[in-house]
């Protein structure tokens, strides 16, 4: 039987990215103004001491809202949406330190876990609060997920020596090396496929490795 003309040999179209690796979307050139490494740092103090206030509160809003899901069996969107505004304000302003973009990001709280776009350059999507409540046993994903945060922390030492590289290269090229840069974006992703399973937003345990 005859192939339609123009049908053979057509490649498929590609498969649709999964959701639960690009919750970190960095959309910007690679290439950078030498000088910023060197001052980044200087202009991302404000966002630092304000990360680092929120992140004493996130901390405190997290064994609130991981309690209170214990005894009601019940997520609290609230909370939830306060958790997801920290991590992508501390995101943001991470991106700007890194030098994912030369865009100064905005002093932004706006709590839910759909980003606003408000920083195009360095995107946040996270997983919707589920309309059916997990199983009460999900309380214990803090717990399991134990040793993803070892992995994490151990591919955090290569992270970092990449990071510095990276600056490096900025200096000497005034761009970012493709695959360093995505080797940290693919590396905040493994991170928040880790958090939305502790969060307990995302069902299913997480697959290791970036």
Not at 26 to 35: E, I, T
Not at 94 to 117: H, K, M, R, V
């Amino acid at each position: 039987m005859c192939e339609p003309l123009g049908m053979t040999d057509m490649p498929a179209p590609p498969a649709p990215p999964s959701p639960e690796h690009d919750m970190l979307v960095v959309d910007s050139p690679y290439q950078l103004a030498n000088w910023r490494p060197l001052v980044n740092w200087l202009l991302y103090i404000p966002h630092g001491i304000i990360a680092y206030v929120l992140g004493a509160v996130a901390r405190a809003v997290f064994l609130i809202y991981w309690v209170g899901f214990i005894f009601t069996g019940r997520l609290i969107p609230g909370l939830y949406g306060f958790l997801a505004m920290y991590e992508r304000y501390n995101t943001r302003a991470a991106g700007f330190l890194i030098g994912y973009s030369e865009q100064y990001p905005p002093f932004d709280f706006t709590q839910g876990p759909a980003d606003n776009g408000q920083y195009p350059p360095v995107r946040l999507g996270l997983p919707d609060s589920p309309a059916e409540q997990p199983p009460r046993s999900a309380a214990l994903n803090v717990f399991l997920a134990i040793p993803h945060y070892i992995v994490i922390a151990i591919i955090g030492i290569g992270a970092a020596v990449v990071l510095i590289i990276g600056w490096f290269a900025v200096l000497f090229s005034g761009a970012w090396p493709q695959g360093m840069r995505d080797f940290l974006v693919r590396y905040g992703n493994y991170y928040y496929r880790v958090w939305a399973y502790v969060v307990m937003v995302r069902r299913g345990y997480p697959s290791f490795g970036l």
